[in-house]
């Protein structure tokens, strides 16, 4: 039976750009923050500065106005990164993290693949993701991002790391292994692969790098089950024999594991 899975894209937050804040806003409200409360600091000071000085209230609804198209481009921009952690979390409560690092199908200046390593939690309270070159993609590299993350958002290194790409199983493991973290692989990354879904939709598609034509990013990796199809459903089941002489037969070919070499006897 098929299992249908729905993904709330709520919880996604926009690409943040690190970008230079303008001298209105501090540093510290620019940065690590989704849209919406974004969106939120900057009315509540474009209202405060409005309300201060009688002589610049001509001039601020077109000041205003130039800021929200700014940062509306800055949040809509492909290429930018995101760095986000849930503000009502604990950070000492995010012990767990899911993380994939491979390429994606999008070309940099060189022609070369971009890298980029995604990190969220279960409940997507953490986002994290930034582009590598393909020249630097390492256990070393990958080491020192996961330290980035924690010091940038700052939440502990996490006890546990799952990821579901086997390809990926010795850098991970690597890096896991040199900071103490417990690397799990793992086909249940559910809220990551969901993720990646919706980001090859409304990010990597719109990156001026993207490659038309190429395969879905989870193509190989799909962890969810899928409807069987009708030719192939059983009617009955049965138990049978079969002579000696098949089994060995079957043992030749190219299916180790499946079929033992019996010896024979006779």
Sequence with gaps: MATSLSF??????????????SSKFPPSTTQNYPPHIKNFRKTLQCFSVSESSVSSAPLQPEIGKGIDEEEEEELDDPTSELSYLDPETVPESVTDWEVDFCSRPILDIRGKKVWELVVCDASLSLQYTKYFPNNVINSVTLKNAIVSISDELGVPLPEKIRFFRSQMQTIITRACNELGIKPIPSKRCLSLVLWLEERYETVYTRHPGFQKGSKPLLSLDNPFPMELPENLFGEKWAFVQLPFSGMYINSSRDVTGKFAVLQSQY
């Design 8 to 21: 709330n894209s709520a919880g996604i937050k926009n690409p943040i750009t690190n970008f230079t804040p």
